[in-house]
């Protein structure tokens, strides 16, 4: 019924999973991740409690095989769970037990492992680690190739339903108190590898601090285009000077926490070339709205 992917980023930490089923709302049932300790999937009729347990058994010393030996000894069903498990080493191990649906197996790659039941196929999963050990890009960019590539392998038979994408970070939270760098389910949609991208491609702008490579000087050109759309929507009383002064950057300051780039606010005259794309597009359609009425 589904297929899914546990990984780790050696360049900085990150662990992760993301996963894809003919099932409602897998985000809530299937991964789990710890910064600093591990990721977790577990599916199949999936026993919830290998999540936090896998974890509790990583940071206490197990590794990934260890943890899953441990965890299907105990399980009278394990003939039909699948699981898989990565530490923060790298290290990694899955388990698919001998009554999941066909097909149904796992691989394990460099810095991954695959798990799926019910797909079409053992490619499904060989593409699900292959494709992640070639992506370029972030650990949840990888992860979403790896889910595109499995899928257009043949994916789960059943079809799609479902997905989810978990990245774990520490202190890579909103406002940096928690390490969810990344959480993102779609219960119910068509297409839902589709709708997980363009729903990640929010949460980076809305989520992520700002890549210090896509700073720029708010300089006379910039600040009287802001003063512009800052008055138009309110946040800023002055006249369109072009001067990046005080009570301008205190107006875009509010303007950004209205339009939820909390993460991206500065508190000097620099802007996020992201946010500035974002804003030039959304202030567009506002006033394509507005003029009609």
Not at 59 to 79: C, K, V, W
Not at 259 to 281: G, K, P, W
């Amino acid at each position: 019924m589904t297929f899914s992917i546990v990984a780790f980023d050696p360049a900085n930490g990150d662990l992760g999973v993301a996963v894809q089923s003919k099932f409602p709302n897998v985000g809530v049932s299937i991964p789990f991740a710890k910064a600093g300790v591990g990721a977790v999937a577990t599916q199949s009729y999936c026993n919830t409690s290998y999540g936090p347990r896998g974890l509790a058994l990583l940071e206490n010393g197990a590794s990934p095989r260890q943890a899953l030996d441990i965890l299907t000894a105990a399980d009278g069903q394990r003939d039909y769970r699948q699981a898989g498990i990565i530490d923060a080493r790298g290290q990694a191990a899955s388990f698919t037990g001998a009554h999941c649906f066909d097909w149904a197996g796992d691989v394990r790659g460099v810095c991954c492992a695959a798990q799926g039941n019910t797909v079409t196929g053992p490619e499904v999963v060989a593409s699900l680690t292959r494709t992640f050990e070639q992506a370029k890009g972030s650990l949840a960019e990888r992860l979403l190739a790896a889910l595109n590539a499995a899928q257009a392998s043949g994916g789960d038979r059943r079809g799609q339903q479902s997905a989810a994408l978990k990245v774990v970070r520490a202190g890579g939270g909103y406002g940096g108190f928690d390490d969810r760098y990344v959480d993102i389910s779609v219960y119910d949609h068509p297409a839902p590898i589709a709708e997980l991208e363009r729903l990640y491609a929010i949460h980076r702008l809305t989520y992520f601090r700002s890549d210090p490579r896509q700073l720029a000087p708010i300089d006379s050109a910039i600040a009287n285009e802001l003063q512009q759309i800052l008055h138009a929507r309110g946040f800023y009383q002055g006249a369109a000077t072009g001067l990046c002064d005080d009570a301008t950057l205190r107006a875009l300051r509010d303007f950004m926490g209205w339009e939820n780039y909390d993460e991206r606010i500065r508190d000097d005259a620099l802007i996020d070339l992201e946010v500035l794309a974002d804003i030039r597009e959304k202030h567009a359609l506002w006033l394509k709205a507005r003029a009609r009425g």
